[in-house]
């Protein structure tokens, strides 16, 4: 059983091979033309796509020692994600399906995050709850099997990725702002500064709030004194960092205080935030869990979690039609 899979859907280039639940390649390629703009360009990622898909494919299948003629099924993000980033994706792999005369396997952005966990050991026994978060996304999900997951709770406005990154603007950082907030956090106080948490019903989540009392913290500190962010940059980054992961980690301890589950990970992006990984691991102690979190290169956006999830579909015969479309808000 050799699968491609294709990941395309926001600004990573990505292709994977999967053979027989074993990744043999992972390929991704990163577009800097956004770093110039301060975030992506809907427009610019799509183009950028076009141009790496081809190369990035033909070296992942060098890198599998893989002919294409022995692919089993290729694999796709159908969605969440950018429009024309996903219809790049996707309509290279309905062709190249198509070429090949073998399945097409449609993957769930998110659901492949939460697999991500079973690319190498140790891996979460069923069920276990996974704390997904990135730019677009911030969600609770209660995972029974591979392909069986709830989604407990999420935020209602913003994600906490997306909080990272306009806080990061605030502050004059160039884009990606959220790995620069963890950079400079390690140097700073995290208690230098509070800043006030949303409460939300249930297990949801809102980060609109925050950001707004950043921006306004900023603002009348600056005021008086216009060197403000600058003599005090590490403790600002350390105390939003901090407030953000509080915030996260608040509700997934609610959440595994409601279901009796021990078994937790973290996926996503925001899960290579340094901060999140050294707090979820010490709640992780003190609470008894079993705490999973993946490798870096497993928590950005990658084609080995697409692969790892297509495997699993692929299993159980869930293929789809030459018909299918992408699904830009796409849910779980």
């Known amino acids: 059983m050799n699968i491609l899979a294709i990941e395309s859907s926001c600004d990573e280039t990505s292709a994977s091979v999967i053979a027989n639940g074993h990744i043999l390649s992972n390929v991704i390629a990163t577009q800097l033309i956004h770093e110039q703009y301060g975030g992506v360009v809907p427009e610019l990622a799509s183009r950028a796509h076009q141009q790496h898909i081809l190369p990035v494919v033909e070296r992942s299948l060098a890198d599998a020692n893989l002919p294409k003629n022995e692919l089993s099924a290729i694999a796709f993000t159908r969605g969440p994600g950018l429009l024309g980033s996903l219809l790049v994706g996707a309509s290279f792999a309905k062709a190249l399906a198509l070429g090949l005369n073998i399945p097409l396997i449609e993957v769930n952005h998110m659901q492949a995050h939460v697999l991500a966990h079973f690319i190498e050991a140790p891996r979460p026994a069923f069920p276990f709850l996974c ?58 106080n995290p208690l230098a500064f509070r800043f006030p948490m949303s409460e939300m019903a249930n297990l949801d989540f809102s980060f609109s709030g925050i950001k707004t009392a950043i921006m306004y913290f900023l603002r009348d500190n600056t005021k008086t004194n216009p060197e403000f962010i600058a003599q005090h940059l590490a403790d600002i980054c350390a105390s939003i960092q901090h407030t953000l992961v509080q915030m996260l980690l608040t509700k997934l301890k609610r959440a595994a205080r409601e279901t009796g589950i021990r078994e937790i990970a973290i996926a996503g992006g925001v899960s290579a935030n340094s901060g999140l990984r050294a707090s979820l691991t010490q709640l992780g102690q003190e609470q008894g869990w079993n705490v999973y979190i993946p490798r870096f290169e497993y928590c950005t956006d990658n084609a080995a979690m697409i692969a790892m999830a297509a495997q699993f579909k692929y299993e159980q015969g869930e293929f789809t039609a030459q018909t299918v479309s992408p699904m830009p808000r796409m849910s779980m």
């Open 131 to 188: 704390l997904t978060v990135s730019g677009g996304h911030t969600q609770i999900v209660r995972v029974d099997g591979p392909l069986d997951m709830t989604v407990m709770g999420q935020t209602l406005d913003d994600a906490v990725g997306e909080a990272f990154d306009k806080s990061a603007k605030l502050l004059g950082l160039p884009y990606p702002g959220g790995p620069l907030i963890d950079r400079y956090a390690k140097e700073g």
